[in-house]
């Protein structure tokens, strides 16, 4: 009799106190796996255009930064709550361009100023698709380019670096690219900074995290 005590004991099912914190534990890691994950900008739709021509005028500061391909045609979003600086960086054109979000940054400066001419900053939520337009005051050019209503994207180039996570874009504004002049897209860049306002998670909590599930299986094995 004492043995099929100890059997009936071996397959018992675990105790409702043993599931809960079990569901606790697998609970906690998915929402540390959640808030682990690297914040990125998102590019919907468009096509890998190669990198500029010689006749963009910041090609080789560019790449001296590491950037080295180029999306046109694409939409840009974020895939987590953040901030999104923009920094009106270079631009190559005999026109007066803008660019539009929650503030405006109108063409000035031509040379390129990696830390930005001037800058401003909007707040996003996960999947939001940035709200931006470049503008020009040439009579040749089809704009505004915007983002947002993916409006004229054919206009903005999405430059960015294959060996890093996209939180470093630079967007090229094409402000004649009906084929009058050129399709260099130089002729206003703005550099885009998303910075995540997730709390990222220590790798302690993971430690602790799999140390709790560890001590579970424990208790399990010793009732049985």
Request: proline share 2%.
């Amino acid at each position: 009799m004492r043995l099929a005590r100890n059997v009936n004991a071996a397959t018992a099912t675990p105790s409702n106190h043993t599931r809960q914190l079990f569901a606790a534990c697998a609970a906690m890691l998915a929402l540390v796996s959640t808030l682990s994950a690297q914040a990125a900008f998102v590019i919907t739709g468009g096509s890998a255009a190669g990198w500029p021509a010689s006749g963009n005028d910041f090609t080789g500061d560019l790449e001296n930064l590491g950037y080295n391909q180029m999306t046109t045609r694409g939409q840009l979003s974020v895939d987590m709550d953040g901030t999104v600086t923009f920094y009106y960086i270079a631009a190559e054109s005999s026109y007066t361009n803008s660019f539009t979000g929650s503030s405006s940054m109108t063409e000035a400066n031509h040379s390129f100023n990696w830390d930005g001419w001037s800058s401003f900053s909007i707040d996003v939520s996960s999947g939001d698709v940035l709200d931006f337009n470049f503008n020009s005051t040439s009579a040749k050019a089809l704009s505004p380019v915007d983002n947002f209503s993916g409006s004229n994207l054919e206009g903005l180039g999405i430059m960015s670096m294959s060996s890093k996570t996209s939180t470093d874009l630079v967007l090229a504004y094409n402000d004649n690219y009906l084929g009058y002049l050129d399709s260099d897209f130089d002729d206003m860049l703005v550099r885009a900074k998303f910075s995540s306002t997730v709390v990222p998670v220590p790798a302690a909590a993971w430690l602790f995290s799999s140390g709790l599930l560890g001590l579970i299986g424990m208790a399990r094995r010793r009732k049985q």
